[in-house]
């Protein structure tokens, strides 16, 4: 396993912080892009929005596994292997117009979501401390928190250009890209490696399954919960 060279640290850094953006692209990108693919695809509004909340749902859900896996088995491959597919789904959904596939894509595109901004996150706490860590944790959250305001006016442009396929493609050559200069700039952050057990994790979650703060002071995972499940989120008094 190739560990993170010193030198290309900040490069490195700075692709993790661009990685961020892309929960909120995938996810609101092609919003203007509904009824056309609705139109398209000889389907209702309504079958469309389902790949959204499939997307949503998916990657809520994901996110309570991830943590034990990019433990076990490192951030860097994890992260390379997730862009990859990520990637190739994108450009699936673009060239195989169907919507029975683009729910199975999305599915899949939600758990590889989970994993690049799950792992990215990390890559933060494994690198910096004290005060630096947390100002790079306020840069991590509004950036994060940008990326579904800009989406859906790129998805717009796109849409009017070229047609809601342009929006897939985009993640894809995008998506691709970052995996191209992860290969090149970025390598393992984590240290030390937690052995994979299933019995040790599965009694893990299921202790914190009985704490219901957990899942109240969770705020990223019960809002992706929520929305999946077609719910508007509120604040809590637990965050």
Not at 70 to 95: E, P
Not at 136 to 153: G, K
Not at 179 to 196: A, D, M, N, R, V
Request: charged fraction near 10%.
């Amino acid at each position: 396993m190739r560990n993170l060279d010193i030198n290309h640290k900040g490069f490195s850094t700075f692709l993790a912080l661009g990685l961020i953006p892309l929960s909120g692209f995938a996810t609101d990108i092609y919003l203007p892009s509904l009824p056309s693919m609705a139109k398209d695809l000889h389907v209702s509004s309504a079958a469309i929005q389902l790949s959204l909340v499939l997307f949503m749902f998916s990657n809520g859900i994901s996110q309570i596994f991830i943590g034990s896996i990019i433990d076990s088995f490192g951030r860097y491959k994890v992260a390379v292997a997730s862009l990859a597919v990520f990637s190739i789904t994108s450009f699936m959904i673009a060239l195989v117009p169907n919507i029975y596939l683009i729910y199975a894509m999305r599915i899949i595109q939600g758990i590889a979501i989970a994993f690049i901004v799950v792992g990215k996150r990390a890559y933060f706490v494994d690198l910096y401390s004290g005060e630096k860590l947390k100002n790079y944790i306020s840069l991590f959250s509004i950036i994060w928190a940008s990326a579904p305001i800009l989406a859906p006016f790129l998805g717009g442009y796109l849409q009017d250009l070229f047609g809601w396929r342009s929006n897939f493609y985009f993640l894809g050559i995008l998506s691709l890209a970052f995996l191209i200069l992860e290969l090149i700039y970025s390598g393992e952050t984590l240290k030390y490696y937690h052995p994979f057990k299933v019995k040790t994790i599965t009694e893990t979650y299921l202790g914190k399954n009985k704490n219901s703060g957990f899942y109240l002071r969770n705020y990223h995972f019960r809002n992706q919960l929520w929305v999946g499940c077609g719910i508007q989120p509120v604040e809590s008094v637990y965050y």
